[in-house]
Each structure stands twice: as C-alpha cells, then as structure tokens.
C-alpha cells in the first residue's frame, strides 16, 4: 500500500508541476500579446504559448476574456460602414454624370469644330 502511495504522490506531483509549466506559458503569452498589442484571443494564446485551447478554456477562462476587447465593434459599426458605403457610390456616381455630361459637351465642341462648313472668302 506504501508502494501504490509513493506512485501516486508522484504523479499528482508530477501532474501539478507541468499545470504550473502551462500556466507560466500561457502567462507569458498573454503578456507578450499585450506588449505586441495584438488582439487577445483564445486561440492567440494558445498559439503564442504552444497550448491547447481547451486548457486555456478550462484553467484561465476568466483572465483571458477579461483582457479580451469586445467584439461588438464590427457588428455595431456595420450599419456605419454600409451608410458610409452607400454614401460613397451616390458620391461616385453623380462624379460619373458630371464627368459623362462635360465629355458630351467637349465631344459636340470639337464636331462643330471640326465639321464646321468652311466659308470661302
């Protein structure tokens, strides 16, 4: 019985130093996410630190979507985008009817100019 609880001690000991291992990556890789300024996701991390996604969801759930920023900014900006969107093709177009009017008018300047009947004086 004492050989099965040294076995045992040293795998929950063994068990317990590589979740410190992990935690220290995964630490580690959120800082340097914040240093670099990049977007603090799950699956950064867990690229940034070699660990799996799964660990992260499971051991640091709620650090990592504290330090998350939200995400509402594209879906909320989106009506915004689509006005500024719509607001640039009526730009656009009235640019292309002026445009398309003046090479009508130069077009008429140089037939009158060109098929103009010459006097013979």
């Not at 650090?63 to 985008?81: C, G, Q, Y």
């Not at 009817?97 to 098929?115: P, V």
Request: aromatic residues 6%.
């Amino acid at each position: 019985m004492s050989q099965k609880l040294k076995q045992t001690k040293g795998i929950r000991l063994a068990s317990q130093m590589k979740r410190k291992i992990t935690l220290n990556r995964a630490q580690r890789a959120l800082e340097e996410l914040q240093k670099e300024k990049k977007v603090i996701s799950f699956k950064a991390v867990a690229k940034k630190g070699g660990i799996s996604t799964t660990w992260l969801y499971k051991n640091m759930k709620n650090e990592i979507m504290a330090l998350r920023k939200p995400r509402h900014s594209s879906v909320f900006d989106e009506p915004d985008i689509m006005e500024h969107k719509k607001d640039t093709v009526l730009l656009l177009r009235n640019q292309i009817k002026e445009l398309e009017k003046e090479n009508t008018q130069l077009k008429e300047i140089l037939r009158e100019f060109f098929f103009a009947p010459v006097s013979k004086n």
